[in-house]
């Protein structure tokens, strides 16, 4: 899987490199929202994972951004959100964003190993159907 961490923090940005190298991941990071965009925009990925809390463009911002965007492959690509707040209220407005997952800090490595592995899982499925669909050719 192809993901980009995106955090303002270079330390959640390392720490979530070591947690996902372990799973053989192609990683990729972006300090804020903007860069993140544009990284989106530039290289195919399979997942984004980004702190709600960052300066620029916030990461509930990037999912209503990726969520508008005129490409069918931004629009669908899961964006898992980082926070340290509980909120239900701040989860309410990601989840309306479109964000996929949300993630808590401080990140236990097990957690987002299990998420990350779940998106991974749901992609090879939604890839194997549109495969087996479109040997099918029209009804």
Not at 36 to 51: F, H, P, R, S, Y
Not at 94 to 105: D, I, N, P, S, V
Not at 112 to 127: F, N, P, T, Y
Request: proline share 5%; aromatic share 2%; no cysteine.
């Amino acid at each position: 899987m192809k993901i980009l961490i995106v955090d303002d923090s270079p330390t959640t940005r390392s720490f979530l490199k070591v947690i996902l190298n372990l799973e053989s991941m192609d990683l990729l990071e972006a300090e804020n929202g903007e860069r993140a965009l544009l990284i989106a925009q530039l290289v195919t990925l399979d997942l984004v994972i980004a702190d709600v809390n960052m300066p620029r463009l916030d990461g509930i911002g990037l999912v209503q951004k990726l969520r508008a965007s005129p490409e069918s492959r931004l629009r669908r690509l899961p964006v898992v959100l980082l926070t340290a707040d509980r909120s239900e209220e701040l989860q309410r407005r990601g989840l309306e964003a479109g964000a996929t997952a949300f993630a808590r800090k401080p990140i236990l490595p097990a957690e987002l190993s299990a998420i990350v592995k779940g998106i991974g899982k749901r992609l090879a499925l939604d890839e194997s159907l549109s495969r087996t669909s479109g040997r099918r050719g029209p009804a």
